[in-house]
């Protein structure tokens, strides 16, 4: 594999930011877009763009035929049986409140629980909460240990008869840390359990494969996937999309609307209301394709390689200190600088071109449990290199200097 | 360089050591900020005398260098002021942070002057200009001793 050939494929890298060569290390927030996926979107608004699902007119037939490829390119790419287990939505924050809204309102009530884990991003919480008001349900949080992991021990010691659902992360977008969501999902499923996994950082990173995996609900959110923003996918089981009740009412999801009642169409029109990120949907057939030309098995052991990397330089710099070592971890390098906050290294790093994120990474529970109220975190990419690494240590030294007058 | 005038001197010395950094058990009124962005946090504690003169100031929180430094130099700078200069000082220091070269207020000393200008540099750093500001307007807030936090998502 070339990275240089790859990094070439993406043209944000051809310009320079604020005169600096660009050091993206914020591919956790959201990847960059290969040239592809942005051709695709603009030959789509130039040669064919029409309404999906609508019309009978050529161009409307074409266009809901390329939305519909991109479906069974998901479907292959994660191993789902059936096509219709692939729901477009506008991201994975919406995947996941989908499930929540409505597993919770046909599943749940007074004292059940819900299982998540410490290490969750707001979005896997949040969704949540509301059914705390709503249902009077209990939350749980399975803790994270000393290397930034959570066992199957810390969730099985967490699971009780009143336990309903499972929601965890596939892998940690603040320690890195991935979870054991195969034999978490034997676990739940051996007490009658469905396990739903947000999959944002999983699915840019690790090779997907959903009947091995076994989990009910994965979610997906293709801006960090090379992918357009405003999409997301939910995978689900059909026999969940099919007993589940619709999410949002509106055109496109119905099968017949009268004054006195509603009947609702079928999968996986029930649950994609109104018109949808069609341009965006049909670009991200060409992220997959990407994927699938480099191979995932391909990416994940250059990000391996690279974050053993940024592992061992951050170690030897003795300022770094490392947040987490999972020791099954994913391209995702946060830390703390002695006596610098992470705002201000982010600030001072931007100044040399490098890009990372500084904050809680909508992970305030995670935060409060370590006692620090921001952390840096450098996130990595198929486009990255070593020198990338080697940058990110040099800015950092800068910081200690104008810290350290 | 910009980073040279972001990180000058001062603002390095206040954000290491803030001054007036600690919880005063002498206050009638205080006040509460909060950048929800960062996570940045200032809790602000006056003791207003009979005469509406701030007799003691000091504040509890977090943050990064500038959001400590601003804090940190403001309430050196309160200290002894009446009700109107406060809000004088505030909306000056506000608005030199928002458009203003210079600050306006002839309350101000040279050294006090170089003191605040030394924040200016958030302005070419215009995701960092709340960090800058964020402790001025819950000052504002701890004068009128607002119950509700102020949040930074709600400046203009
Ligand atoms: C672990 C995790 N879950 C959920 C999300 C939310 O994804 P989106 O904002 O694309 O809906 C993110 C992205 O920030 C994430 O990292």
Redesign the interface.
């Known amino acids: 594999m070339n990275i240089n050939n790859i990094k070439k494929q993406f043209p944000i890298f051809n310009n320079k930011v604020q005169n600096n060569d660009l050091v993206y290390l914020d591919s956790a927030n959201s990847s960059q877009k290969p040239q592809v996926v942005v051709d695709r979107i603009y030959d789509f608004y130039t040669k064919e763009f029409s309404n999906v699902g609508r019309s009978v007119h050529y161009l409307a037939v074409a266009a809901t035929n390329l939305y519909e490829n991109t479906r069974v390119l998901v479907q292959k790419y994660i191993n789902a049986k059936d096509p219709n287990e692939i729901v477009f939505t506008k991201g994975a924050t919406e995947a996941i409140n989908l499930v929540a809204n409505t597993f919770g309102q046909k599943f749940l009530g007074e004292g059940d629980e819900i299982l998540l884990t410490e290490l969750e991003h707001h979005s896997n919480y949040v969704p949540w909460h509301y059914l705390r008001k709503s249902k009077g349900v209990k939350i749980k949080f399975a803790e994270f240990n000393s290397d930034g992991e959570v066992t199957l021990e810390s969730i099985e010691k967490n699971i009780t008869p009143k336990t309903k659902i499972i929601a965890i992360t596939h892998l940690s977008n603040v320690t890195g840390a991935i979870l054991p969501i195969k034999e978490i999902t034997r676990l739940a499923h051996s007490k009658n359990i469905p396990v739903l996994v947000d999959g944002c950082q999983g699915a840019p990173h690790l090779k997907l494969d959903m009947q091995e995996i076994g989990c009910d609900f994965y979610a997906i959110s293709c801006h960090k996937m090379y992918g357009p923003t405003g999409l997301g996918i939910l995978y689900a089981k059909k026999k969940w999309l099919e007993v589940l009740p619709p999410y949002q009412g509106g055109g496109g999801m119905i099968r017949e609307v009268k004054k006195e009642g509603i009947t609702f169409g079928e999968l996986p029109n029930k649950y994609e209301a109104g018109t949808m990120a069609t341009a965006q949907v049909i670009a991200f057939g060409e992220s997959i394709k990407f994927l699938n030309k480099i191979g995932i098995e391909n990416i994940e052991k250059h990000e391996n390689e690279l974050t053993k990397y940024g592992e061992e330089i951050l170690r030897k710099n003795n300022s770094v200190k490392l947040i987490g070592s999972p020791k099954d971890k994913g391209s995702v390098l946060s830390f703390t600088l002695d ?6 290294i982010a ?2 790093l931007d ?1 040399d071109g490098v890009a990372i994120r ?3 990474h909508c992970c ?1 529970i995670l ?1 409060d449990k370590l006692g620090l ?2 952390t840096a975190r450098a996130s990595l990419g198929v486009y990255n290199t070593k020198d990338d690494l080697d940058k990110l240590n040099e800015s950092l030294n800068k910081c200690k200097k ?2 350290e ?1 | ?3 040279k005038d ?2 000058q ?1 001062i603002i ?1 010395d206040h954000g ?1 050591n803030p001054r007036n950094l600690k919880k005063s058990d002498n206050f009638n009124k205080d006040a509460k900020g909060h950048n929800p ?5 200032v809790h602000i504690y006056l003791k207003v005398d009979e005469n509406n003169k701030i007799s003691d100031i000091a504040f509890e929180g ?5 959001s400590m430094a601003s804090a940190s130099i403001m309430t050196d700078l309160m200290k002894e002021r009446k009700e109107v200069e406060v809000k004088e000082l505030v909306d000056d220091f506000l608005e030199m942070i928002k458009q203003n070269p210079e600050l306006k207020s002839k309350i101000l000393g040279e050294n006090e002057k170089t003191k605040l200008m030394s924040l200016s540099g958030v302005k070419k ?1 215009p ?2 200009v709340k ?1 800058a500001t964020m402790a001025w307007h819950t000052l504002t807030a701890a004068m009128k001793n607002a119950n509700e936090e102020t949040n930074t998502d709600k400046f203009e």
């Open positions: 006596g610098v906050h992470a705002h201000d600030t001072i100044e500084a904050g809680h305030q935060h109220s921001a104008i810290f007058g | 360089m910009d980073l972001l990180y001197e390095l290491k962005l960062c996570g940045d946090k977090s943050g990064c260098a500038i750093y995701m960092r960090c």
